[in-house]
């Protein structure tokens, strides 16, 4: 059974930056594609970047492209998200995945979750 814990959320000021890790239990980390996630109050869960197992491959949604920064350290089973000069609009529950094949942005492809972290950005 896969466990996957989020942190670093926080409140942030308009413009700041945080870092969100993701770490995980088990050996599936390794061999799987890893996507976070973002949910604001009364929305739907959207899709924010990916990375494939082994790193070479990433994708971003358009909002954040510029912005945010997926990573990961298969050594550590840890996936991170570099959040750079951040906006209101980027208040939300983010969540990290796994999924065996990268390259989807659909919540239902991904199979295992974290219970997320709050980012809250004020203006």
């Known amino acids: 059974q896969v466990q996957l814990v989020e942190s670093g959320g926080g409140l942030v000021q308009a413009g700041g930056s945080l870092r969100l890790s993701c770490g995980a239990s088990g050996r599936t980390f390794r061999t799987a594609a890893v996507g976070w996630f973002r949910q604001a109050p009364g929305k739907e869960r959207e899709f924010v970047a990916a990375i494939s197992w082994s790193g070479s491959l990433t994708s971003y949604t358009d909002f954040v492209k510029g912005r945010f920064t997926i990573s990961r350290d298969n050594a550590k089973n840890t996936a991170y998200l570099q959040m750079n000069s951040l906006k209101p609009e980027d208040t939300a529950v983010y969540y990290c995945?796994?999924?065996?094949?990268?390259?989807?942005?659909?919540?239902?492809?991904?199979?295992?979750w974290g219970q997320g972290t709050q980012v809250t950005v004020s203006s």
């Open positions: 995945a796994l999924n065996g094949r990268y390259g989807s942005t659909r919540v239902s492809e991904y199979d295992y």
